[in-house]
């Protein structure tokens, strides 16, 4: 199982970005994914499942998460972007029936909200 | 979705045990069997220690066990190794497929 996040980068406050999440090693239709992000000096927090409906109310009506199976991807496309946002994002399998069992992590991409 | 609870901080000798809590509310911890701990060593993915409140992943040592009761999970490390020395983090279901996750732990070995 390999996840590999890409897209993250300095972006100013308000803008926007597109983060993606590429798999191998398992058949992606069948499991849920989810994006994790850590702040400088914070803890794990949740951000989003699926697509279109399950996001944390910090990132609710900024972000939005996709995945396109044919290509074992997902996105996180990030709006209106604050300095809160910087953070490392992870992208993360579920497994062991799912309800929040993150079994494979990615290594993580950064975003920085920075003027 | 308010973060659970934890210690920010524990620590125990080698060989020793240590025991880490994680709070929630009826909403969460409370109302699922659906808490999970996870080992994150700084600038490594983290990883999957116990879920299910008791449940390891092949691969994990015995000496990382978990249990519940009422709204409070718990981590407990036996036979503490220099190699156990990480940030720990829980998280639980909170319902309507949204997850929330503790502040995290930091776990040293004296």
């Known amino acids: 199982v390999q996840l590999v996040e890409s897209g993250g980068g300095v972006v100013q406050p308000g803008g926007s970005l597109r983060l993606s999440c590429t798999t191998s090693g398992f058949t992606f239709s069948n499991y849920g994914m989810h994006w994790v992000r850590q702040g400088p000096g914070k803890g794990l927090e949740w951000v989003a499942f699926r697509s279109h409906h399950y996001y944390a109310d910090s990132v609710k009506g900024r972000f939005t998460m996709t995945r396109d199976n044919s290509r074992n991807t997902v996105y996180l496309q990030m709006n209106s972007l604050t300095p809160e946002d910087t953070a490392v994002y992870y992208c993360?399998?579920?497994?062991?029936?799912?309800?929040?069992?993150?079994?494979?992590w990615g290594q993580g991409t950064l975003v920085t909200v920075s003027s | 979705q308010s973060a659970l609870t934890q210690p920010p901080s524990a620590s125990g000798s080698p060989g020793q045990s240590v025991t880490i809590s994680c709070t929630g509310t009826s909403s969460d911890v409370g109302a699922y069997n659906y808490v999970s701990w996870y080992q994150h060593h700084p600038g490594k993915a983290p990883k999957l220690m116990v879920y299910g409140v008791t449940e390891r992943p092949s691969g994990v040592p015995d000496r990382f066990s978990g249990s519940k009761s009422g709204n409070t999970a718990s981590l407990t490390v036996s036979g503490l190794q220099a190699e156990d020395e990480a940030d720990y983090y829980c998280?639980?279901?909170?319902?309507?497929?949204?997850?929330?996750f503790g502040g995290g732990t930091k776990l040293t070995v004296l």
């Open positions: 993360a399998k579920e497994d062991f029936g799912g309800y929040g069992v993150f079994a494979s």
């Open positions: 998280n639980s279901y909170a319902g309507d497929n949204t997850v929330v």
